[in-house]
């Protein structure tokens, strides 16, 4: 797949991408703003497509950074209730998307295209190993689970998976109300969560396009000495 990123720029090329029968990666999600505009895109392109029935794409929700953020936030403030919502924001934040998500494909909005045969774009779960030590290693596994998602892992996340994780079904559903709940009480505490959201999306574009610039570095250090072979 075409990795593109979920920003508002990328909205346009997600849509030209799928009408042109490319498969797409919409990565970089964080924010419900960002996975609302994304499907968006995913139905206008879709629908334009000569054979969407043979497209596959996924919505990538990156996981663990947003509890980095929230958790500095959070210790910044210093109560004890503050503390107590650290570790949270991120699998919230990952099962309001995930209802999003079902409200949209199981949804008549997506009836006619699903009779066409057309796949929904499914949910992935990315940035899904433990960067805080002090949390479980596959709280971000065990904890979003769920049909239609995809959840890439590191190797480390995937062993501990394999040594010692536990399937108890489709935890991705568990608490939306919760959910709720835990982003409202976050805000009320001062934490300006939208602008986190923001920064982390903003963060995150600054990233690829180092890793772009380092990769066509890297390509015009090797390309006089491939050229003359």
């Known amino acids: 797949m075409v990795k593109i990123p979920a920003t508002k720029e990328g909205s346009p090329a997600i849509e030209e991408a799928l009408a042109e029968g490319i498969n797409i990666n919409i990565t970089l999600i964080f924010s419900m703003r960002q996975y609302n505009a994304v499907v968006d895109a995913f139905f206008r392109g879709v629908e334009r497509a000569p054979n ?39 699998i919230a934040n990952a099962r309001l998307i995930y209802r999003r998500f079902r409200e949209i494909f199981d949804s008549p909005r997506f009836t006619s295209l699903r009779a066409r045969r057309i796949r929904p774009q499914r949910v992935l779960w990315g940035s899904t190993g433990a960067k805080n030590p002090a949390y479980p290693d596959l709280t971000y596994v065990e904890e979003l689970i769920g049909p239609d998602t995809i959840n890439t892992v590191p190797p480390k996340t995937l062993h501990a998976l394999q040594d010692h994780g536990r399937i108890r079904g489709a935890t991705v559903t568990d608490g939306w109300a919760e959910a709720e709940s835990v982003l409202q009480r976050i805000r009320t505490f001062g934490v300006d969560f939208d602008a986190v959201l923001e920064r982390l999306e903003s963060e995150g574009v600054s990233a690829f396009g180092r890793s772009l610039e380092k990769l066509i570095e890297t390509l015009d250090h090797k390309r006089p000495v491939a050229v003359h072979s």
């Open 52 to 90: 969407p029935a043979g497209l596959a794409s996924v919505a990538s929700v990156f996981v663990s950074r947003l509890d980095t953020a929230v958790d500095h936030e959070l210790e910044n403030i210093g109560t004890p209730e503050a503390l107590a919502l650290q570790g949270k924001a991120a």
